[in-house]
């Protein structure tokens, strides 16, 4: 692995190894911030060096880096040659209502997944008001949307900040969602679908080895199921 100095080389690493834990901790898996030289600094808000702001830089500025969470209930960032491995393995050819009927999928997650197929693209705060979510609904508010990009439906596909009546932007940002479909588009898609589970999963496993050889083999399971 070489030295990460800015967003541009974090980048070329992700291309290189493929997907990547977001954050420091790799839950014994791989992170690229174990890469990370003295220049990077989280939380200073300069997009050159600052690795919470990549998140949004890669959906912003290419097409073909995912990020979500994908990895043990945690954001992490996944390629474009990547994604329809882990497609395979997560979902394969079921649909949701697949999911909902044999009740592996929420109620609360088929009501989300249902706004974003009817918009396309909602921020998080119009899904709430949309679905008419409070406080009080905050706990399986957010385990639906994990569920949810865990299991391949959704992803995170930007931020964007509240409107006024006047449509003046105003407040903090939040984000942005879609269906993995928008997000990627038919032949991300299709690849993941046809696609043999065991053989991707295998895939995904040899990777991970060539990451991390000394890999536990259960946490490495659970990484690549989800």
Request: aromatic share 14%.
């Amino acid at each position: 692995m070489e030295t990460i100095h800015n967003y541009q080389d974090f980048v070329q690493e992700l291309y290189q190894v493929g997907f990547s834990v977001g954050g420091e901790n790799g839950e014994g898996i791989f992170t690229l911030c174990d890469s990370f030289g003295e220049e990077i600094c989280w939380h200073t808000e300069q997009p050159d060096t600052d690795p919470w702001e990549w998140r949004m830089r890669v959906l912003n500025e290419t097409n073909d880096i995912a990020y979500g969470k994908y990895f043990f209930k945690k954001s992490g960032y996944i390629t474009k040659e990547w994604f329809p491995y882990f497609y395979a393995v997560r979902r394969g050819r079921v649909t949701l209502e697949e999911e909902y009927d044999a009740g592996i999928i929420s109620q609360c997650a088929k009501e989300i997944y249902d706004l974003l197929e009817e918009h396309k693209e909602l921020p998080l705060h119009l899904i709430k008001q949309y679905g008419g979510y409070t406080k009080e609904d905050k706990s399986r508010f957010d385990r639906a949307l994990t569920e949810l990009q865990t299991r391949f439906f959704i992803t995170m596909s930007g931020r964007a900040r509240k409107q006024s009546k006047k449509g003046e932007e105003y407040g903090w940002s939040s984000t942005v969602f879609c269906l993995v479909e928008d997000f990627w588009g038919e032949e991300v898609i299709a690849q993941g679908e046809h696609m043999e589970k065991t053989e991707a999963y295998e895939k995904i496993r040899q990777q991970i080895l060539r990451l991390n050889p000394n890999v536990d083999s259960k946490k490495c399971k659970r990484f690549i199921e989800g």
